[in-house]
Protein backbone atom coordinates (compact mmCIF):
# COMPACT_ATOMS: atom_id res chain seq x y z
CA UNK A 1 0.00 0.00 0.00
CA UNK A 2 1.30 3.51 -1.31
CA UNK A 3 1.73 6.11 2.10
CA UNK A 4 0.09 9.17 1.24
CA UNK A 5 -0.50 12.62 2.81
CA UNK A 6 -3.95 13.59 4.17
CA UNK A 7 -5.98 15.89 2.25
CA UNK A 8 -6.90 19.45 3.41
CA UNK A 9 -9.92 21.77 2.23
CA UNK A 10 -8.45 25.43 2.46
CA UNK A 11 -10.99 28.39 2.32
CA UNK A 12 -8.70 31.25 0.27
CA UNK A 13 -10.81 35.01 0.84
CA UNK A 14 -9.86 37.86 -0.89
CA UNK A 15 -11.78 40.86 0.73
CA UNK A 16 -11.84 43.88 -1.66
CA UNK A 17 -14.25 46.28 -3.01
CA UNK A 18 -12.62 46.88 -6.24
CA UNK A 19 -11.28 43.80 -7.01
CA UNK A 20 -14.88 42.22 -6.14
CA UNK A 21 -16.84 45.02 -8.68
CA UNK A 22 -13.90 44.24 -11.57
CA UNK A 23 -12.41 47.95 -11.16
CA UNK A 24 -8.92 45.83 -11.09
CA UNK A 25 -8.09 42.38 -11.18
CA UNK A 26 -7.81 40.14 -8.11
CA UNK A 27 -4.23 39.26 -7.20
CA UNK A 28 -5.24 38.10 -3.82
CA UNK A 29 -6.69 34.31 -4.70
CA UNK A 30 -3.92 33.41 -7.16
CA UNK A 31 -1.38 34.57 -4.88
CA UNK A 32 -2.68 32.53 -1.89
CA UNK A 33 -3.52 29.36 -4.44
CA UNK A 34 -0.04 29.64 -5.73
CA UNK A 35 2.02 29.93 -2.00
CA UNK A 36 0.12 26.89 -0.12
CA UNK A 37 0.09 24.89 -3.67
CA UNK A 38 4.67 25.33 -3.50
CA UNK A 39 4.16 24.91 0.70
CA UNK A 40 2.44 22.27 0.96
CA UNK A 41 2.53 18.49 0.52
CA UNK A 42 -1.14 17.27 1.50
CA UNK A 43 -3.27 17.25 -1.79
CA UNK A 44 -5.50 20.71 -1.67
CA UNK A 45 -8.99 21.39 -2.35
CA UNK A 46 -9.20 25.11 -2.51
CA UNK A 47 -12.71 26.97 -1.86
CA UNK A 48 -12.22 30.31 -2.90
CA UNK A 49 -13.92 33.47 -2.21
CA UNK A 50 -14.12 37.05 -3.59
CA UNK A 51 -15.82 39.73 -1.75
CA UNK A 52 -16.73 43.45 -0.90
CA UNK A 53 -14.97 45.19 2.54
CA UNK A 54 -18.66 44.25 4.45
CA UNK A 55 -18.56 42.91 7.55
CA UNK A 56 -21.30 41.05 7.61
CA UNK A 57 -20.77 39.38 4.11
CA UNK A 58 -17.10 39.04 5.25
CA UNK A 59 -18.44 37.33 8.40
CA UNK A 60 -20.81 34.71 6.69
CA UNK A 61 -18.14 33.86 4.15
CA UNK A 62 -16.30 32.61 7.11
CA UNK A 63 -18.80 30.44 9.00
CA UNK A 64 -19.73 28.54 5.51
CA UNK A 65 -16.41 27.91 4.86
CA UNK A 66 -15.89 26.24 8.05
CA UNK A 67 -19.33 24.33 7.83
CA UNK A 68 -17.74 23.35 4.51
CA UNK A 69 -15.16 21.43 6.48
CA UNK A 70 -12.43 23.39 5.47
CA UNK A 71 -9.74 23.01 8.41
CA UNK A 72 -7.32 26.37 7.75
CA UNK A 73 -9.16 29.71 6.25
CA UNK A 74 -7.05 32.73 4.97
CA UNK A 75 -8.42 36.26 4.38
CA UNK A 76 -5.98 38.87 2.59
CA UNK A 77 -7.33 42.72 2.47
CA UNK A 78 -9.43 45.33 4.70
CA UNK A 79 -6.77 44.71 7.74
CA UNK A 80 -5.99 48.36 7.80
CA UNK A 81 -7.95 51.67 9.85
CA UNK A 82 -9.52 53.04 6.25
CA UNK A 83 -12.88 53.27 7.29
CA UNK A 84 -14.25 50.43 5.01
CA UNK A 85 -11.58 47.95 6.40
CA UNK A 86 -13.08 45.74 8.78
CA UNK A 87 -11.98 42.04 8.38
CA UNK A 88 -10.83 42.15 11.71
CA UNK A 89 -14.21 42.94 13.48
CA UNK A 90 -15.23 40.28 10.80
CA UNK A 91 -13.10 37.73 11.77
CA UNK A 92 -13.51 38.19 15.71
CA UNK A 93 -17.31 38.30 15.04
CA UNK A 94 -17.25 34.43 14.40
CA UNK A 95 -14.60 33.41 16.91
CA UNK A 96 -14.43 30.79 19.36
CA UNK A 97 -11.08 31.46 20.21
CA UNK A 98 -8.55 34.77 19.31
CA UNK A 99 -5.40 33.21 18.26
CA UNK A 100 -3.15 37.16 18.67
CA UNK A 101 -0.28 35.87 18.34
CA UNK A 102 -0.30 35.33 14.51
CA UNK A 103 -1.21 39.14 14.45
CA UNK A 104 1.82 39.81 16.35
CA UNK A 105 4.22 37.62 14.15
CA UNK A 106 2.98 38.68 11.26
CA UNK A 107 3.15 42.76 12.49
CA UNK A 108 6.97 41.94 13.48
CA UNK A 109 7.80 40.23 9.64
CA UNK A 110 6.51 42.96 7.75
CA UNK A 111 7.83 46.12 9.79
CA UNK A 112 10.91 44.60 7.88
CA UNK A 113 9.33 45.26 5.24
CA UNK A 114 7.33 48.79 4.60
CA UNK A 115 7.01 51.12 8.15
CA UNK A 116 3.70 50.91 7.70
CA UNK A 117 3.27 47.49 9.02
CA UNK A 118 1.65 48.80 11.97
CA UNK A 119 -1.13 49.88 10.46
CA UNK A 120 -2.42 46.32 9.87
CA UNK A 121 -4.92 44.99 12.31
CA UNK A 122 -4.87 41.40 11.07
CA UNK A 123 -5.40 39.02 13.72
CA UNK A 124 -6.64 34.97 13.59
CA UNK A 125 -9.12 33.07 15.14
CA UNK A 126 -10.26 29.53 16.01
CA UNK A 127 -14.07 28.33 15.07
CA UNK A 128 -15.15 24.69 15.61
CA UNK A 129 -11.81 22.89 13.80
CA UNK A 130 -11.21 25.44 11.91
CA UNK A 131 -8.23 28.37 11.99
CA UNK A 132 -8.84 31.79 10.30
CA UNK A 133 -6.14 33.84 9.54
CA UNK A 134 -6.20 37.32 8.14
CA UNK A 135 -3.11 38.23 5.97
CA UNK A 136 -2.93 41.55 4.69
CA UNK A 137 -3.94 43.16 0.96
CA UNK A 138 -1.18 44.02 -1.13
CA UNK A 139 -0.61 40.72 -2.83
CA UNK A 140 3.06 40.80 -2.12
CA UNK A 141 2.14 41.16 1.43
CA UNK A 142 1.24 37.05 1.39
CA UNK A 143 4.28 35.31 0.44
CA UNK A 144 5.58 38.14 3.29
CA UNK A 145 3.61 36.63 5.97
CA UNK A 146 3.47 33.09 5.40
CA UNK A 147 6.82 33.03 4.96
CA UNK A 148 9.11 35.67 6.79
CA UNK A 149 12.83 36.05 6.70
CA UNK A 150 13.66 32.79 8.50
CA UNK A 151 17.58 33.45 7.74
CA UNK A 152 16.86 36.99 9.25
CA UNK A 153 15.76 35.01 12.55
CA UNK A 154 11.52 36.04 11.71
CA UNK A 155 10.04 32.84 10.57
CA UNK A 156 6.75 33.18 8.85
CA UNK A 157 3.57 32.94 10.67
CA UNK A 158 2.70 29.36 8.60
CA UNK A 159 6.09 27.64 10.44
CA UNK A 160 3.27 26.66 13.47
CA UNK A 161 0.14 26.48 11.07
CA UNK A 162 0.19 22.23 10.96
CA UNK A 163 0.79 22.08 14.36
CA UNK A 164 -2.05 24.52 15.40
CA UNK A 165 -4.44 22.00 13.05
CA UNK A 166 -2.88 19.19 14.89
CA UNK A 167 -4.09 20.60 17.79
CA UNK A 168 -7.95 21.53 16.78
CA UNK A 169 -8.05 17.79 15.21
CA UNK A 170 -7.75 18.41 11.58
CA UNK A 171 -5.38 16.46 9.06
CA UNK A 172 -1.68 16.14 9.25
CA UNK A 173 0.04 19.07 7.35
CA UNK A 174 3.35 18.68 6.08
CA UNK A 175 5.67 21.28 4.11
CA UNK A 176 7.94 21.69 1.75
CA UNK A 177 11.21 22.57 3.77
CA UNK A 178 12.49 25.17 0.78
CA UNK A 179 9.27 27.40 0.91
CA UNK A 180 8.48 26.95 4.74
CA UNK A 181 10.15 24.75 7.41
CA UNK A 182 6.64 23.79 9.79
CA UNK A 183 7.92 23.37 13.77
CA UNK A 184 5.92 21.05 16.04
CA UNK A 185 7.28 19.78 19.20
CA UNK A 186 8.79 16.33 18.74
CA UNK A 187 5.94 14.53 20.39
CA UNK A 188 4.17 15.78 18.11
CA UNK A 189 5.76 14.75 14.74
CA UNK A 190 4.35 11.73 12.83
CA UNK A 191 6.40 9.39 10.25
CA UNK A 192 5.89 10.94 7.07
CA UNK A 193 3.12 9.73 5.44
CA UNK A 194 3.87 10.59 2.13
CA UNK A 195 6.95 10.64 0.04
N1 LIG B 1 -7.29 41.74 -4.19
C1 LIG B 1 -6.37 42.55 -4.73
N2 LIG B 1 -5.91 42.33 -5.98
C2 LIG B 1 -4.97 43.14 -6.55
N3 LIG B 1 -4.40 44.17 -5.88
C3 LIG B 1 -4.82 44.42 -4.64
C4 LIG B 1 -5.82 43.64 -4.00
N4 LIG B 1 -6.03 44.12 -2.77
C5 LIG B 1 -5.20 45.15 -2.65
N5 LIG B 1 -4.48 45.35 -3.76
C6 LIG B 1 -3.45 46.38 -3.99
O1 LIG B 1 -2.92 46.77 -2.73
C7 LIG B 1 -3.21 48.15 -2.49
C8 LIG B 1 -3.57 48.34 -1.01
O2 LIG B 1 -4.60 47.45 -0.68
P1 LIG B 1 -5.83 47.84 0.25
O3 LIG B 1 -6.39 46.57 0.83
O4 LIG B 1 -5.45 48.93 1.19
O5 LIG B 1 -6.88 48.34 -0.80
P2 LIG B 1 -8.10 49.23 -0.44
O6 LIG B 1 -7.66 50.66 -0.51
O7 LIG B 1 -8.73 48.76 0.85
O8 LIG B 1 -9.10 48.99 -1.64
P3 LIG B 1 -9.95 47.71 -2.09
O9 LIG B 1 -10.70 47.18 -0.92
O10 LIG B 1 -10.84 48.25 -3.13
O11 LIG B 1 -8.95 46.70 -2.65
C9 LIG B 1 -4.36 48.48 -3.43
O12 LIG B 1 -4.38 49.84 -3.76
C10 LIG B 1 -4.04 47.61 -4.62
O13 LIG B 1 -3.03 48.18 -5.42
N1 LIG C 1 4.16 42.38 4.48
C1 LIG C 1 3.46 43.52 4.29
N2 LIG C 1 2.63 43.88 5.25
C2 LIG C 1 1.91 45.01 5.14
C3 LIG C 1 2.01 45.81 3.96
C4 LIG C 1 2.90 45.38 2.95
O1 LIG C 1 3.05 45.98 1.87
N3 LIG C 1 3.62 44.21 3.14
N4 LIG C 1 1.27 46.96 3.86
C5 LIG C 1 0.84 47.60 5.13
C6 LIG C 1 -0.16 48.63 4.93
S1 LIG C 1 0.35 50.00 4.02
C7 LIG C 1 -1.42 48.57 5.46
S2 LIG C 1 -2.49 49.90 5.36
C8 LIG C 1 -1.86 47.40 6.21
C9 LIG C 1 -3.31 46.99 5.97
O2 LIG C 1 -3.52 46.56 4.65
P1 LIG C 1 -4.92 45.99 4.16
O3 LIG C 1 -5.98 46.97 4.55
O4 LIG C 1 -4.73 45.86 2.70
O5 LIG C 1 -5.17 44.65 4.81
O6 LIG C 1 -1.00 46.29 5.97
C10 LIG C 1 0.36 46.60 6.17
N5 LIG C 1 1.10 45.38 6.15
Not at 73 to 86: H, Q
Amino acid sequence: MSASFDPVKIGIVSVSDRASTGVYEDKGLPALQDWLTRALKNPIEFVPRLIPDEQAVISATLVELVDAGCSLVLTTGGTGPALRDVTPEATLAIAHKEMPGFGEQMRQISLKFVPTAILSRQTAVIRDKSLVINLPGQPKAIAETLEGLPALGTPGIFAAVPYCIDLIGGPYLETDDAVCKAFRPKSAIRASTGQ
